[in-house]
């Protein structure tokens, strides 16, 4: 079955530590980003990654950390330095990135829940 | 700055009758739009795309309607029915060749039986 993978589902992290969150996908996708959900905003890009072993930095990539080793997997790392990271985060892919392609919708995976206590 | 807006948070309608959902951009070089669905704790699904030069792509029970002299589309669903009750998220591609989605801030959808 292909498709996007998170884990874990739900991730509690006391405040102050550094944690990583998994990211895998069996589509063949070149393409992959990370994002965040807040209450009543939208999805908000934090990092992207073209194709394998590169990666630019979206929206509010501050305290935040990827590596793209593979080209099925996308980890991201929230560090201490992130002022406020309880929130939803979800990871998508794509085939490409050519906008005339109307392939490139993403997908997403089911997304991990991130709570500082 | 928020490029892409979904300014009504929240609709509810009848089971059977229509849904629009409404979304504007402020970017003319958008020329790629997106709309997607998500479920509480899930992460959002692919529903329906239109391209700039078009105005209109139907798909089913959805619709999406593009009106870029005004910067304006809408997503219209007909007839509702209980199980389209989710968050809406509008997107554009982003200019440049990067792929970067911008979504709006989604509108939850009710439908009632």
């Known amino acids: 079955d292909g498709g996007i993978t998170q884990s874990p589902k739900y991730l509690f992290r006391k405040e102050g530590q550094n944690v990583t969150l998994s990211c895998e996908q069996n589509?063949?996708?070149?393409?992959m980003y990370w994002y965040r959900q807040d209450p009543g905003q939208g999805l908000r890009l934090i990092y992207y990654?073209?194709?394998?072993?590169?990666?630019q930095k979206g929206d509010i990539a501050e305290g935040y950390s990827v590596s793209r080793e593979k080209k099925e997997s996308f980890p991201l790392t929230v560090t201490s330095a992130q002022k406020n990271p309880t929130a939803f985060y979800l990871c998508?892919?794509?085939?490409?990135?050519?906008?005339?392609?109307?392939?490139?919708?993403?997908?997403f995976g089911p997304g991990t829940r991130l709570t500082v206590l | 700055d928020q490029q892409v807006k979904q300014n009504s948070p929240s609709l509810s309608v009848q089971e059977g009758r229509i849904s629009i959902l409404n979304c504007d951009y402020t970017?003319?070089?958008?020329?790629?739009f997106l709309w997607y669905k998500k479920y509480p704790a899930e992460g959002p699904t692919f529903l329906i795309s239109?391209?700039?030069?078009?105005d209109k792509n139907e798909d089913g029970r959805f619709t999406v309607f593009l009106n870029k002299s005004a910067k304006h589309l809408s997503l219209h669903i007909v007839p509702s029915q209980p199980g389209d009750s989710a968050v809406y998220f509008c997107?554009?591609?982003?200019?440049?060749?990067?792929?970067?989605?911008?979504f709006g801030q989604g509108t939850t959808l009710q439908v009632k039986p």
């Open positions: 970017n003319s070089m958008f020329d790629y």
């Open positions: 998508a892919s794509s085939p490409g990135t050519s906008v005339f392609i109307s392939t490139d919708t993403q997908y």
């Open positions: 997107a554009a591609i982003g200019s440049g060749n990067t792929g970067k989605l911008i």
């Open positions: 589509l063949n996708h070149d393409a």
């Open positions: 239109i391209s700039s030069i078009k």
């Open positions: 990654s073209q194709i394998v072993n590169d990666f």
